[in-house]
């Protein structure tokens, strides 16, 4: 299967969504409410849409998942629209969605956050691969980098630079004997994500889920999906670690989720140090607002997915926890 979704984005370059419904059932990481998420099958030029039911209202609303509806990205990725509806922890379906080259999918909620799963996007490119993809008449539009964009702030900083291809170099450094200063660097496509970067899980520190646990966050987090590191620097999941560097591979999910809101694929190298959804969007929102800095290539009807200068400032709650 991963060899035919390759096939379909590489030599043909036609957009794609899935072949069938997927249905997932778990809790938000955040509320820890329960939701029941499905992907549906959908008509090209559509793109992602997150189709939300308010649990309280009963009210559907469509969120579109690119750049112009971005929200909070202080402790997670949150989409909003103007009527104050919005989604959050969107990151980890947007990162297999995107790696996977699955331009056009309906993504129905019953909750306002998508289900953590383990923490990671293990799960979603599990049913990715389940049920397949089908190519699409219309062909895929890309965003080629033309010159460097970067975004400093404080000691982090990120960049996109002109690559032939898509790359990601994402290198972290935190205070901590676990974890220190990592860094990975590969070109970016479905088998690369699926087999180096898919199954690396949220991480965090037991002294800041306390806390959080104790305001009313973190509601859904536990040793099940996400690696957590106690006030000693151990980490105090069972089982370990997935890989050896989890938690930069982790970050660089997360990028690859946060850069997916550019709606289409983008041709360029993505670099980060000490970064997070906060940098992944300005660096992204940075580039889409300089037309100069990026061009289309492909299909010119793609185009209408991606809103340049059409950036919304939302009011979607800054609902998720600290976990990195």
Request: hydrophobic share 45%; aromatic share 8%.
């Amino acid at each position: 299967m991963i060899k035919a979704i390759m096939m379909g984005l590489n030599v043909l370059g036609h957009q794609t969504t899935l072949r069938d419904r997927i249905e997932f059932r778990g809790v938000g990481v955040h509320s820890g409410n329960p939701v029941t998420m499905s992907l549906l099958p959908a008509d090209a030029d559509m793109g992602v849409v997150f189709s939300v039911t308010d649990p309280e209202t009963g009210v559907c609303s469509d969120i579109p998942g690119n750049v112009s509806s971005l929200g909070a990205t202080d402790l997670c990725t949150v989409l909003g629209n103007p009527s104050g509806a919005f989604v959050a922890t969107v990151e980890h379906l947007m990162a297999a969605l995107h790696a996977y080259g699955v331009d056009n999918v309906i993504v129905e909620l019953d909750a306002r956050e998508v289900p953590v799963m383990d923490g990671s996007s293990q799960v979603f490119v599990e049913a990715i691969d389940s049920v397949g993809l089908i190519s699409l008449a219309a062909t895929r539009c890309y965003i080629r980098v033309k010159k460097v964009v970067r975004v400093d702030m404080g000691t982090s900083w990120g960049e996109f630079v002109p690559y032939d291809g898509t790359r990601f170099e994402v290198e972290i450094d935190f205070d901590c004997a676990s974890i220190g200063r990592q860094k990975y660097t590969s070109d970016m496509n479905a088998d690369i994500f699926r087999k180096e970067i898919s199954r690396a899980r949220t991480f965090g520190f037991m002294k800041d889920v306390e806390r959080l646990w104790a305001a009313g966050y973190a509601l859904g987090s536990s040793l099940e999906n996400s690696v957590v590191i106690d006030a000693d620097d151990k980490i105090i999941n069972l089982e370990g670690l997935r890989y050896k560097d989890e938690f930069v591979r982790h970050k660089t999910l997360d990028a690859v989720g946060d850069l997916a809101l550019a709606g289409t694929q983008f041709l360029g190298c993505f670099r980060s140090y000490r970064g997070g959804h906060k940098l992944n969007s300005m660096v992204l929102q940075k580039l889409m607002s300089d037309r100069d800095a990026f061009e289309f290539v492909g299909s010119p009807i793609s185009k209408a997915r991606v809103h340049h200068g059409e950036l919304v400032a939302m009011n979607a709650p800054a609902y998720a926890a600290n976990l990195v």
